[in-house]
């Protein structure tokens, strides 16, 4: 009998399916004044989700810290306040920003996790923006961003106390969990478990079956690199 191995689960295993049918749907940037009408929990994210309501249409964004029910936003011009949506070329340097495009008209993909900004550096060529890693990047000047600091801060200082928390954390978000240490396992459920098995290379070739592809994949080298 062969092993059906944590890695081939995650291919087709219903346990490691993110519950899509249970998101309220994918954040977006629509022009024009928007209206708050409600603020939303959406199932994977850390973040609390604005539903708004413009002229022609209706959208989801990510909140901004001090944004309320009835507040109005604006997305692509306006003033510098929290929740506003502006290009990047428009927004002065220092001022927090959450959300911003990789590419004009993408929607947002970077900071975008609760309690996390990046701001603007500095404007030449392009802009250049520090994000939340410390690093900085280069972005199109016609790249959107939304003002202020994505809400949803401090979600990490309360601990999760249970393991069932944690479990049901994760299974929202469809990750595996728990993670056992391979050479903890049974021999029946991983090539690197059983008993008689301490000390295997952990190398592999980058062709080997599913059920065996573990550890290193086509490694260049192995050990301890010297300084």
């Not at 959300?99 to 947002?108: F, H, K, L, S, V």
């Amino acid at each position: 009998m062969g092993k059906v191995i944590r890695a081939q689960k995650k291919g087709k295993s219903p346990k490691y399916w993110a519950p899509s049918h249970r998101h309220p749907g994918l954040p977006k940037y629509i022009e024009g004044t928007l209206v708050v009408k409600d603020i939303i929990h959406g199932v994977a994210r850390n973040t609390p989700l604005l539903r708004v309501q413009g002229a022609n249409a209706s959208a989801l964004m990510i909140a901004s810290e001090g944004v309320a029910t009835g507040d109005t936003v604006s997305v692509g011009a306006g003033e510098t306040k929290p929740g506003n949506v502006l290009p990047l070329a428009q927004i002065p340097e220092g001022v927090p920003i959450f959300n911003i495009e990789a590419q004009p008209g993408d929607n947002g993909a970077y900071a975008r996790s609760g309690g996390s900004f990046a701001f603007i550096v500095s404007k030449s060529a392009g802009v250049v923006v520090r994000l939340p890693s410390k690093k900085t990047r280069t972005f199109n000047p016609s790249c959107r961003a939304t003002i202020g600091t994505p809400a949803g801060a401090g979600r990490k200082d309360k601990p999760f106390v249970s393991a069932g928390a944690r479990f049901h954390y994760m299974k929202a978000r469809g990750k595996a969990y728990p993670v056992v240490s391979g050479d903890k396992m049974n021999a029946v459920d991983h090539p690197f478990g059983g008993r008689t098995k301490k000390g295997i290379p952990k190398t592999v070739s980058r062709n080997a079956p599913p059920g065996a592809k573990v550890g290193s994949i086509a490694a260049s080298r192995t050990g301890r690199r010297k300084k």
